[in-house]
């Protein structure tokens, strides 16, 4: 039985095409992967072309159907779905984009039913989104750590090569089944603050959204998410400073980032191997310990 369901493929196939795919669970924090990839879809008009059957795929007493109403009352049920959405426009570069949950289940068959619709469209790059917790103060800028596993294009893009070993989620599963297959592959992860973990992050999408903006030279309007950026700013410094605690925390991260920091932080290759697999393996730890 084929887990994909289709729109309209055959007609968009082509060459040069990037897989541009986040997940939201564990390694969306603060929910900044899916956010970036949301706005990329919206700026750039992107229709839906595929999704996945999620039947086989999660288990729905974890990541449960949800229950909706419509404007005029009518309840409609809506399944954790991974949805697939094709952006062509006339000398723009062409994406396609994957947002959805992360599987609980199968990821090999999961796999599978990814690439099959990558290479229905042709795709030739991908680039997988993430975020994670870190011990840093949300006063600083965003930093992006990229990475790439092939030496030449590590090396092409100015990224690290990974260094990581540990439990990996369905994104480090993707990539290792992309690359099998002589795919080009680049990894993005934004560092949130984790003392703001439960509230969705612009800044850190923004981020993302610009990184992706320059690996694929996209022409993507920001607008919308830097002025949501300032207003988060504003709302959690508020919220720091009417705490003595949490102030004299956020102050003690400031010191202790200060060298982290110290680079130009706009670029990804300050990030070096060794930070990228600390900072990784931390967030990894926390979560299989369930904090």
Known sequence: MDDVSWLSPAQDRGDGTTLVI?????????????????????????????????DNYFDFTVTRPQIKLSPSGV?????????????????????????????????????????????????????????LLSEVPHTRPIKVIGT??????????GLARPTYEGPTGV????QAAFEAR???CVSLWANVPHYVAQTPSPKAA?????RVSTLVQLGIDTSELE?????????????????????????QLENASSEYFSN????????????IALEAERFLKRHSNGN
């Open 22 to 54: 986040a997940f939201e669970g564990w390694s969306d924090a603060a929910e900044a992967a899916t956010i970036a990839l949301k706005h990329v879809r919206s700026q750039l008009r992107a229709r839906r072309v595929a999704s996945i059957d999620p």
């Open 75 to 131: 309840r409609r049920l809506t399944w954790p779905e991974n949805k697939f959405y094709l952006s062509n426009l006339p000398n723009s570069p062409k994406l396609l984009i994957g947002i959805g949950p992360e599987p609980q289940l199968r990821w090999k068959a999961f796999s599978r039913s990814v690439l099959k619709i990558a290479d229905t469209y042709n795709v030739e790059k991908v680039i997988t989104l993430g975020a």
């Open 148 to 157: 790439a596993s092939n030496e030449q294009l590590a090396e092409h893009l």
């Open 171 to 174: 994104l480090g599963v993707l």
């Open 182 to 184: 002589g795919a080009s």
């Open 206 to 210: 923004l981020a993302l959204v610009k």
């Open 227 to 251: 002025s949501e950026t300032v207003e988060y700013d504003t709302q959690i410094d508020e919220a720091v400073s009417s705490d003595d605690e949490a102030r004299a925390y956020v102050e």
């Open 264 to 275: 130009d932080f706009d670029t990804l290759e300050t990030a070096t191997a060794e930070e």
